[in-house]
């Protein structure tokens, strides 16, 4: 049996020790979890130049990918750096560490906006690295939907290349992207790439929120309340917190096959259960109710879809 929605191991956790995100440090350990996941019939990996301080592409390189794809991003670390020298070469570095696996970039994608740059220059140095053959599709992340308008109509009327792939979060307890991005996204032909299907852990149930990544701590902060709700509906119906948020993305979001879902783990036994619970059948109606009234009440306290302030332009 097969996951309904296709899924993508993120890579984010590969890199470095003391780097950012980064918890498996040992190849031999990533190993196994690239074994294990392609085992499954599951073709692409996600990384950024970011991840682990571009320590996750290194990992990549030196990695047996067993025949699967790479999809990557260019993070704008300071001001400036979507412009197009600077973001070419971005790509030609993690072109290089990919090792074999650059030469087939399967998405290139612009990680967040770097407002400091005006879309044009960004965009036609994109569009200049697709006919140079660097990737084969390009993709956006953490736009707010109105830039994605913006950028499709911009690639349109110059006949650039158009973002075709669309990377954010959505789980349980974060669904903004429902009432304008998703719709965005299939006005204009881009399927969503779903990742942070657990909250950074979150819904795993067993971390408090104080207990998570510094960054996942602060983004859901807010949801103490929510978080405490959620684990008595665990408690309620004898379910793991991956079989509840695996099965919520893959039969009760928005997302069709078409689109895909970004799943992580730390080691092999936890990558097992998140691929077993992917794979089962849709919650009961009475637990999607509980999960429904969660999100209508913390909804106001939400974190965005999007990253509101990075770099804001001229």
């Known amino acids: 049996m097969s ?3 296709p899924l993508i191991y993120g890579c984010g956790l590969f890199g470095k020790e003391g780097t950012l995100f980064a918890q498996i440090h040992d190849l031999e350990e990533c190993q196994k979890i690239i074994d294990g996941f392609t085992a499954r019939g599951h073709k692409i990996m996600d990384t950024s130049r970011v991840y682990g301080n571009g320590s996750s592409e290194e990992f990549l390189g030196l990695l047996d990918l067993n025949k699967a794809m790479v999809d990557t991003k260019a993070y704008p670390v300071t001001p400036g750096d979507a412009a197009p020298v600077k973001l070419r070469e971005s790509l030609n570095t993690s072109i290089r560490v990919l090792g074999p696996y650059g030469r087939r970039i ?3 994608f612009l990680h967040v906006p770097d407002r400091s740059v005006p879309f044009e220059e960004t965009l036609s140095e994109v569009d200049k690295m697709y006919r140079d053959g660097l990737f084969e599709e390009f993709g956006l992340s953490n736009f707010y939907c109105w830039e994605v308008a913006e950028i499709v109509a911009i690639a349109k009327a110059r006949g650039w290349i158009r973002p075709t792939v669309y990377q954010g979060p959505h ?4 669904r903004d992207v429902e009432s304008e991005l ?7 032909g881009i399927r969503f790439h779903a990742y942070s299907p657990m909250a950074r852990g979150l819904l795993s149930g067993v971390k408090p929120i104080a207990a998570l990544h510094p960054i996942a701590s ?3 902060s807010p949801y103490a309340a929510a978080f405490d709700r959620y684990v008595e509906i665990l ?3 004898h379910l793991t917190g991956a079989q509840v948020a695996l099965r919520w993305i893959q039969h009760h979001s928005q997302l069709t096959p078409d689109d895909a879902v970004i799943i992580g783990a730390s080691t092999i036994t936890q990558l097992e259960e998140n691929l077993d619970a992917s794979e089962q059948e849709p919650l009961p109606q009475e637990l999607l109710d509980a ?7 913390h909804q106001g306290r939400a974190p965005s879809y999007a990253f509101p302030v990075v770099h804001r332009g001229k």
């Open 3 to 5: 996951s309904r929605i």
């Open 106 to 108: 399967r998405v290139f």
């Open 291 to 297: 999960l429904s009234e969660l999100w209508m009440e």
């Open 171 to 174: 789980n349980a307890l974060e």
């Open 182 to 188: 998703i719709p965005c996204l299939r006005k204009h």
């Open 218 to 220: 602060a983004r859901y």
């Open 235 to 237: 408690k309620k119906y």
